[in-house]
């Protein structure tokens, strides 16, 4: 269903879709989304808070698979933030609303928005030190596994945000440039 929902306020936008609008998008009646939500900013919020989880566990996953495949802690990195960050930017580039959809999930979603970076960055740590204890980057004692997630954190959604936009296809190369050198100041 909240998958449905980010859909359907990716189409519409938020101004246009009203609670009717919403309730066919996700197939069921305007009462028994009222169940769920009592209002259309608690259902954008809902599918806000679901996209950000949902791609918080795709980039656990894109890690699983980069490792299995045994890539470069470099290219771990890459695929984490792909999925994290490039695919929400993927998804929000593809829709017409893109921008009206972006001011207000700042204007009402920033807490979200906060314990979703909270969360992610905390994964993101858990990553950087499993790939020091396989040897797969060190880096200098001034820094700690929670201030790096911050840093490539910061990075990727730096990248997201490029003026002027770049394409989204370009994202994981983006990342790759801009991991890269961050690794190069801070490995030994």
């Known amino acids: ?6 859909r359907a306020f990716l189409a519409h936008g938020y101004e246009q879709i009203t609670m009717i609008g919403l309730a066919k ?3 069921m009646s305007r009462r028994s989304l009222y169940n769920y939500f009592p209002n259309k900013e608690e259902a954008f919020r809902g599918a806000i808070r679901w996209g950000n989880a949902h791609n918080i566990a795709m980039g656990q996953v894109a890690v699983a698979h980069a490792k299995a495949a045994g890539a470069s802690a470099l ?3 890459v695929a984490f933030a792909d999925a994290r960050y490039g695919e929400t930017r993927r998804e929000l580039s593809a829709s017409p609303h893109a921008v009206e959809i972006n001011d207000q999930a700042f ?3 920033r807490d ?3 314990d979703a970076a909270v969360a992610s960055q905390e994964r993101l740590a858990e990553i950087l030190l499993d790939l020091q204890e396989q040897g797969l ?4 004692a001034n820094y700690s ?12 959604r730096g990248v997201n945000q490029t003026l002027p936009p770049r394409p989204a296809v370009s994202l994981p190369e983006r990342y790759r440039e801009i991991f890269a050198a ?3 100041g801070v490995a030994t």
Do not use: N
């Not at 980057?137 to 200098?140: A, D, H, L, S, T």
């Open 1 to 6: 269903m909240l998958q449905k929902l980010q």
């Open 25 to 27: 998008a996700v197939d």
């Open 75 to 77: 290219e771990i990195l």
């Open 107 to 109: 204007k009402r979603c």
């Open 112 to 114: 979200i928005m906060i």
């Open 137 to 140: 980057v060190r880096w200098r």
């Open 145 to 156: 596994a929670g201030l790096l997630a911050q840093l490539f954190s910061d990075a990727a």
């Open 182 to 184: 961050l690794l190069g």
